[in-house]
């Protein structure tokens, strides 16, 4: 696989599939979907076989649908398209949740967030409300239709 890499030969794009080979016993294959500086994003995935796909989507998230199936995990901070900072929004598979090294620190264990519900410490209270259906994201994309139609 050739792609410039230098400060000055910025990569424009992605590999093409053929160009991608990926190790059987990796344990996961990482991508950003949506590069805002260089201005790149994912349309089509890249074929991983039985190792979990692994997206960043924090510029892109809610943009498409999205097939959360072809996914193991997903993760975004939500401070882009879905509210205001502190909210991070993460949809794993619940068995690499189980998968993760049980020595980890409870607070960063996933599974300890789906056991409690996403309650297991105090969450950014006002970001989370403002994401809730009729507030926040709601209200204002109400609001400025209103001030579209009034021009």
């Not at 996961?28 to 994003?41: A, K, P, S």
């Not at 193991?72 to 909210?87: D, T």
């Amino acid at each position: 696989m050739s792609r410039p890499s230098t400060e000055s030969e910025k990569s424009r794009g992605f590999p093409a599939a053929s160009e991608m080979k990926f190790s059987p016993g990796a344990s996961y294959v990482h991508i950003c979907t949506n590069n805002t500086i260089e201005g790149t994003q994912w349309t089509t995935l890249p074929e991983t076989g039985n190792v979990p796909l692994v997206a960043d989507m924090s510029s892109d998230i809610a943009s498409r649908p999205v097939d959360v199936k072809k996914y193991g995990v997903i993760f975004a901070g939500a401070q882009k398209n879905l509210g205001p900072s502190g909210v991070t929004v993460v949809i794993i598979r619940k068995d690499l949740a189980e998968r993760a090294d049980k020595n980890l620190p409870t607070l960063l264990q996933y599974r300890t967030h789906i056991k409690e519900k996403s309650l297991y410490h105090t969450p950014p209270t006002f970001a989370v409300l403002h994401r809730r259906p009729g507030l926040g994201m709601d209200r204002i994309r109400r609001r400025n239709s209103g001030h579209r139609k009034a021009q």
